[in-house]
């Protein structure tokens, strides 16, 4: 069982998400969360709301970005390399961006903000940290460049249909605002991944269709409390066991070595269970 995999939410999917049935011992207490896991999570997560309204980038994209902007002299080659990973989607356009940031052994969050186009304001970005180990100025200074580098990408294109006022679009390095958020902080050294993905859960229960506020949810240390996170655990767990445990092994859905040449060497003999 352990050899198991699946693809979540399904094979053909463009952001599909490959597990063994062995990452859900992440799962165990006091274990730290591995990013299949927390990617599984996040696609699971994003059926409960429109995707035209939310984007949440996986596990990886953090570190590309940052190791991209970090090439002297060829960031913008890699940077033009990196924009595949969000070609389908107008970042300024898409109300609400998620990013997952990994790093010293700790999960942390940044959330981006893009006000309607009426309001005469900017992008906003918040960090939320359920132990205050990244560093707020360092995640800044990263989406900061981002955004800056993407803006400059865009206005190029003459037909580009602006997604701010023009005031806010010309001087639009002037006007991203930047925000250390106060959250619930975990209880032990190793539910950092579980409080994360619990910021990215109720912030989709919550987050507002109004575009208007200046702030899209009602965060603070009393957001919610630290047991209602940790619990999450456990129900990602049970989540995983249900769909590992209920997919039937027909021929459907069974997929073995000769069905699929592009298996690496290292995955061949396992079982692989493609959830549609």
Request: contains cysteine; aromatic residues 12%; charged residues 30%.
């Amino acid at each position: 069982m352990d050899k198991s995999q699946i693809y979540y939410p399904s094979k053909t999917h463009p952001e599909t998400v490959e597990l063994t049935y062995s990452d859900i011992k992440c799962l165990d207490p006091e274990v730290f969360l591995k990013s299949p896991v927390i990617n599984f999570y996040i696609q699971y997560l994003k059926k409960s709301r429109p995707c035209d309204d939310l984007y949440i980038f996986n596990t990886y994209f953090y570190s590309k970005l940052e190791e991209a902007l970090s090439r002297t002299g060829e960031c913008g080659s890699q940077f033009s390399k990196l924009r595949r990973w969000w070609r389908s989607v107008d970042i300024f356009k898409i109300p609400y961006l998620l990013l997952p940031i990994h790093g010293q052994v700790h999960w942390s969050l940044v959330i981006i903000f893009m006000p309607a186009k009426e309001i005469e304001s900017g992008p906003r970005v918040f960090h939320l940290d359920s132990l205050g180990l990244h560093s707020s100025d360092k995640v800044f200074g990263v989406i900061e460049s981002y955004l800056i580098k993407e803006w400059r990408h865009l206005q190029k294109d003459s037909s580009y249909d602006i997604p701010f006022s023009g005031t806010i679009w010309r001087h639009l390095s002037r006007n991203i605002h930047k925000e250390k958020i106060e959250v619930p902080q975990q209880q032990n050294d190793f539910d950092c991944g579980v409080f994360m993905l619990y910021y990215i859960d109720k912030f989709i229960q919550e987050a507002p269709d109004d575009l208007t506020g200046v702030r899209p949810c009602k965060f603070g240390r009393k957001w919610f409390s630290p047991v209602q996170a940790s619990g999450l655990r456990k129900r990602i767990r049970d989540l995983l066991l249900d769909i590992f445990q209920n997919a039937p092994p027909s021929d459907s859905n069974l997929v073995s070595d000769a069905d699929d040449d592009s298996e690496d060497e290292e995955d061949k003999g396992k079982d692989t269970i493609v959830i549609v």
